[in-house]
C-alpha cells in the first residue's frame, strides 16, 4: 500500500514538473529525401507527407522541391509524389486536400488524385515566403507570410490577410498550430536589443477576438515544428540546436532530446504516440515511440 501511493505520488510530482521518466524510442529511419523539411499524418490514408526542399540556400535550383508519400512503416512509397515546388515547408491536411506553404504561395493538392488545384498568394503577386501552414477544425487554413507580416486564411475558397501581426512582440514566426478556439504561433526568437536575442516563445491568437496573447513567460527554443500532445502540452523542435522540447499548457519548457541541427517541423500522432522528425541536413526522416504521461 505504501509502495503503491509513493508510486502515485512520484508521477504526480513528474507530472507536475514537466519530466519524462522514459526517454523516446527510436522506431525506424527512413532515408533517401532531399532536404525534408515538414511531415504530416494523412488519417483516413494512413500515410505520411513529407515536403522536400531540394537544394536550398545559396546556389539552390529553383523548382525542385517536392512532396513524397511515406507508409506508416517509414518506406517510401513515392518519393516524388508531387513536384514543380521552390521550397516546400509546413504541411496541412484538411478539406480532402494537402497544403502546402511554398515561397511564393500556399499549394493546395488534392489527396485523391496528387494534382495541383489551386495556388494562393498575396494580391500584389509578391512572393510571401510562406512556411508552416495549419488547419482548424472547421477546415480553415492558416499560414503566415513574414513579408506582409501577416497570418493568412483560406476560408470558403477566399484567401486573404486575417490577422496583422506585430513581430516586435511576437519575434520572428515559424511554426503554426490551430486549436479550437485559437491559433498558436511557435516564435523563432525574439531581439531585446542588438546585443541580446531571446529565444522563441509561442503566442496565441483568438478566433473570436484576434486578440494576440502568450503562453507563459520562459523563451522555449528557435521555434520550428509545434504540435499538441494530446494531454494539454506541445512538443516543439529547435532547428538550430536540435532540441526537442515539452512544453505544459502554461508555457514552461523541458528537453525531451537533442538531435541534430536540422531538426525541421515534425508530426505527433498522438493515437500512436508517434513522434516524426524530419532531419532537414541529413535527408532522413525519423520516427520515436514518446508519451508525455511515461
Known amino acids: 500500500m505504501k509502495r503503491s501511493a509513493f508510486a502515485v505520488l512520484a508521477l504526480s510530482i513528474t507530472a507536475a514538473l514537466g519530466l519524462h521518466a522514459h526517454p523516446p524510442e527510436l522506431l525506424w529511419e527512413s532515408d533517401g529525401f532531399m532536404g525534408p523539411e515538414s511531415i504530416v499524418y494523412d488519417q483516413p490514408n494512413d500515410v505520411y507527407y513529407v515536403s522536400n526542399m531540394g537544394t536550398y540556400g545559396d546556389g539552390a535550383t529553383p523548382g525542385d522541391g517536392f512532396i513524397s508519400r511515406v507508409s506508416t512503416a517509414g518506406t517510401i512509397l513515392d518519393l516524388k509524389w508531387v513536384e514543380g515546388f521552390d521550397n516546400p515547408k509546413g504541411l496541412a491536411v484538411a478539406n480532402g486536400r494537402l497544403y502546402v506553404g511554398d515561397d511564393n504561395d500556399m499549394v493546395e493538392i488534392d489527396l485523391a488524385s496528387g494534382k495541383i488545384v489551386a495556388r494562393h498568394a498575396p494580391a500584389d503577386g509578391e512572393p510571401a515566403w510562406f512556411n508552416d501552414c495549419t488547419a482548424d477544425p472547421d477546415g480553415n487554413v492558416y499560414v503566415f507570410s513574414p513579408r506582409v507580416k501577416a497570418v493568412f486564411r483560406l476560408h470558403a475558397g477566399k484567401f486573404e490577410p486575417w490577422v496583422q501581426i506585430d513581430t516586435s ?126
Do not use: F
Not at 541580446?196 to 522555449?220: D, M, W
Not at 532547428?239 to 508530426?267: F, N, R
Open 169 to 294: 512582440i511576437t519575434g520572428g514566426l515559424n511554426g503554426l498550430r490551430a486549436e479550437a478556439e485559437r491559433l498558436l504561433l511557435g516564435g523563432w526568437s525574439h531581439r531585446i536589443s542588438d546585443e541580446v536575442e531571446e529565444l522563441g516563445h509561442i503566442s496565441t491568437v483568438s478566433y473570436a477576438t484576434k486578440t494576440i496573447g502568450r503562453l507563459g513567460n520562459e523563451p522555449i527554443c528557435h521555434i520550428d515544428g509545434l504540435e499538441p500532445d494530446g494531454h494539454g502540452g506541445y512538443t516543439t523542435t529547435d532547428w538550430l540546436t536540435g532540441d526537442v522540447m515539452a512544453v505544459t499548457s502554461k508555457g514552461k519548457p523541458t528537453k525531451i532530446m537533442t538531435l541534430v541541427q536540422g531538426s525541421a517541423d515534425h508530426e505527433y500522432v498522438i493515437e500512436k504516440s508517434l513522434l516524426l522528425i524530419p532531419l532537414m541536413k541529413d535527408d532522413v526522416v525519423r520516427a520515436y515511440r514518446w508519451n508525455p504521461m511515461l
